[in-house]
């Protein structure tokens, strides 16, 4: 077999447990790599005036190697270009996009660089798959030093429609840069539906079919994988921290009263101040629920040098505030906002424990936190999903309650609807939504992605119905 050689912003390092570091990409990549050799190269996390060279981790089967970026790149490519022009563009928020040349420039010349230290350690017949939105331009610079390897490439956010994309300065150019993929994957039907329009439309790309695309010299194809999660193991951790010292501290401190948890990365494209709205319309709407409800919401920070994140951060400490002075008492607080980081299990056992999990991104590429909230319930008494339309996850958890995370009172109802649904309903629901999670459990995943990627021709698993078999 292969090696597969794994290139990514973020590595995730396995810790002393043998288990990986939590995040969406870092999960879903290292089931992939369980069980074959591999390579994962990307950023350490630090910067330096002067790169070393690449730190080397061997691991069994696995090698880590990371690298230090200087500071004026983190700033330009990181804070920058990626999280300050893509990442709200692509999250349909041009209205937060700023713009610069320089800031483009930094983002090309990390991903030279990444060519460049990668480039000695690549051997002939690796299958290399690229991650997300900070190294769009890898695979340009990968083969203009003669690398021909196959390359994917996995957008883990959301691809909007050309109307937004055309916003971007140089979209041709980076457009251009991903046909250099061999495959371009996606989260959803949406998003590879949005991409293939641009091709079409915008930049002239032919298709005999929707799956094979001519642009220029280049042909390549697109394809819809959405992530999983490993369904059964997050259910199993969820059940054994159920019976911790943390849980039952939590059991305690809720005194009977129905928890509703949310969990988040502090991000503006998360809608937690749309939904902390909707929270206090709902207890303006229903006082009879005052005193008998707790809204957990966990949301460490993150991106803490880009303004709109400390927008947000100040935004959510507001309304939270707001909401605990306006209907609090003395023995009742309605938001508990967290900021802190906290372990997986812990996750777990508060999925577990909670009557209603709140998912209500205005925009998401997919959102594993929702299928972690169902993985982690009990299908005797499951707590009940509400789940926004614009995250890529309602494509397959049809059985949750969809709201628009934009009307803030249809979100009110729909808490007071989840708070009130009979139990035979949250099973069937729950039921619905883990067959679902079954089929498309995180181990799929990869394997349907690099098939596609290798093997065109092949028949794929169940997956093969949404993407390119010919
Ligand atoms: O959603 C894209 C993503 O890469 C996630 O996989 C991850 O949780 C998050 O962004 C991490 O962001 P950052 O690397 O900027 O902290």
């Known amino acids: 077999m292969p090696r597969l050689v794994v290139i990514s912003n973020r590595v995730a390092l396995p810790d002393e447990d043998g288990g990986s570091a939590p995040g969406g990409l870092a999960v879903a990549v290292a089931a992939t790599m369980q069980g074959r050799d591999g390579l994962w190269f990307g950023w350490s996390g630090q910067v330096s005036d002067e790169p070393p060279p690449p730190t080397t981790i ?25 999280n300050r022009v893509l990442w709200p563009i692509l999250h349909y928020r041009v209205d937060l996009a700023e713009f610069s040349e320089a ?3 930094g983002y090309r010349r990390v991903n030279e660089f990444f060519a460049e230290r990668l480039g000695p350690l690549l051997e002939a017949d690796d299958i290399l798959w690229v991650h997300d939105y900070h190294l769009i331009p890898l695979a340009l610079a990968l083969r203009a030093r003669g690398h021909a390897n196959r390359i994917g490439f996995f957008l883990h956010i959301p691809m909007p429609p050309p109307d937004f994309l055309t916003t971007l300065p140089h979209h041709a150019e980076l457009v251009g840069a991903l046909t250099e993929y061999n495959l371009i994957g996606f989260q959803t039907d949406n998003d590879a539906g949005n991409f293939a329009r641009y091709l079409t439309s915008v930049v ?10 001519h642009l220029g010299h280049q042909h390549f194809r697109v394809g819809v994988f959405p992530v999983g999660v490993d369904t059964d193991g997050f259910r199993r951790l969820a059940e054994a921290s159920a019976h911790t010292a943390c849980a ?18 502090l991000d503006y494209s998360k809608g937690i101040v749309n939904r902390l709205d909707a929270y206090e319309l709902f207890l303006e709407k229903y006082p009879g629920w005052h005193g008998h409800i707790t809204y957990l ?10 303004p709109e994140y400390l927008e947000i951060d100040a935004a959510v400490n507001a309304k939270v505030g707001h909401i605990n002075g306006r209907f609090g008492a003395v023995s009742w607080v309605p938001v508990r906002y967290v900021s802190r980081n906290h372990r997986r299990e812990d996750i777990a056992m508060v999925m577990r424990m909670a009557r209603i999990g709140l998912v209500t991104p205005l925009r998401d590429g997919m959102n594993l936190v929702a299928k972690e909230f169902v993985a982690a319930q009990d299908p005797a008494d499951p707590g009940v ?5 614009f995250a890529g996850a309602a494509a397959e958890l049809g059985a949750a309650l969809i709201v628009n995370p934009h009307d803030r009172g249809a ?7 989840a708070l009130d649904m009979p139990l035979d309903e949250r099973r069937a629901r729950h039921q619905e939504m883990y067959a679902v999670l079954e089929a498309n459990h995180i181990r799929y995943w990869g394997q349907s992605f690099i098939e596609a990627l290798t093997r065109p021709g092949r028949a794929l698993n169940w997956l093969s119905n949404r993407i390119d078999t010919r």
Request: aromatic content about 8%; overall charge negative.
């Open 297 to 306: 919401q966990i949301a460490p920070g993150c991106r803490q040098d880009i």
């Open 103 to 105: 800031d483009f420039d």
């Open 58 to 82: 061997d691991c069994g089967h696995m090698k880590y190697v990371l690298t230090d970026v200087r500071p004026q790149d983190f700033q330009e490519y990181y804070n920058g270009f990626a």
């Open 248 to 265: 039952a501290e939590l059991a305690e401190s809720l005194v009977g009263r129905a928890l509703m948890v949310g969990v988040d990365r």
């Open 204 to 213: 002239g790309a032919a298709t005999p079919d929707g799956r094979h695309y």
């Open 385 to 389: 999903l509400i789940l926004s339309q």
């Open 411 to 417: 979100m009110a109802d729909a808490i007071h609807t």
